[in-house]
T-cell receptor
Framework: DAKTTQPTSMDCAEGRAANLPCNHSTISGNEYVYWYRQIHSQGPQYIIHGLKNNETNEMASLIITEDRKSSTLILPHATLRDTAVYYCIVRVAERGSNDYKLSFGAGTTVTVRA | DSGVTQTPKHLITATGQRVTLRCSPRSGDLSVYWYQQSLDQGLQFLIQYYNGEERAKGNILERFSAQQFPDLHSELNLSSLELGDSALYFC?????????????FGEGSRLTVL
């Protein structure tokens, strides 16, 4: 898996958009970008994933640069419940791939403040 | 609620003992993953099973073993326990072995070795 680099921590004001950056400069053409989050000691929760197009779902938006070397997760209106560790992971997701696991790094600790 | 059930939620035992952690995946999910999370190591992938067969192995110690049964539930056996085995153990499931990469995590089993 390509390595990812995320800031260790960041603060965000409640009600504002939270923009979480992730660098993955060695990403391969067949590797997807995934985002998960872990609220204190709970099981990680899937947020969103993408290959090269921007993606949006009910939780967040994912913006991937054209060269795919970095991406940004956007939480449009952060709430106190969004305080968590956010993990950016790159992984192959093709049938026949030998890489079946998700490798979690240290992630970004996001604190949403009232 | 992710639909993944892990038991027990908490377990306290002594060094040298053996414990079994159990995981019931989401209905219909064929793949089960085990992760270990300790304070100084982050989330570490241990092992994955797909439809009863071992599919991928990570940093799993020889003292640890796992299996997936015909009804698709999985057990992680930890033996000759050491203080350093104290951690949160998460189980996750997904429908396929590979695919969208969306894993559903349980709430974890917290193991304390005294």
């Amino acid at each position: 898996d390509a390595k990812t680099t995320q800031p260790t921590s960041m603060d965000c004001a409640e009600g504002r958009a939270a923009n979480l950056p992730c660098n993955h400069s060695t990403i391969s053409g067949n590797e997807y970008v995934y985002w998960y989050r872990q609220i204190h000691s709970q099981g990680p929760q899937y947020i969103i994933h993408g290959l090269k197009n921007n993606e949006t779902n009910e939780m967040a938006s994912l913006i991937i640069t054209e060269d795919r070397k970095s991406s940004t997760l956007i939480l449009p209106h952060a709430t106190l419940r969004d305080t968590a560790v956010y993990y950016c992971i790159v992984r192959v997701a093709e049938r026949g791939s030998n890489d079946y696991k998700l490798s979690f790094g240290a992630g970004t600790t996001v604190t949403v403040r009232a | 609620d992710s639909g993944v059930t892990q038991t027990p939620k908490h377990l306290i035992t002594a060094t040298g003992q053996r414990v079994t952690l159990r995981c019931s995946p989401r209905s219909g999910d064929l793949s089960v993953y085990w992760y270990q999370q300790s304070l100084d190591q982050g989330l570490q992938f241990l092992i994955q099973y797909y439809n009863g067969e071992e599919r991928a192995k990570g940093n799993i110690l020889e003292r640890f073993s796992a299996q997936q049964f015909p009804d698709l539930h999985s057990e992680l056996n930890l033996s000759s326990l050491e203080l350093g085995d104290s951690a949160l153990y998460f189980c996750a499931s997904s429908f396929r072995s590979v695919g969208t990469g969306e894993l559903f995590f349980g709430e974890g089993s917290r193991l304390t070795v005294l």
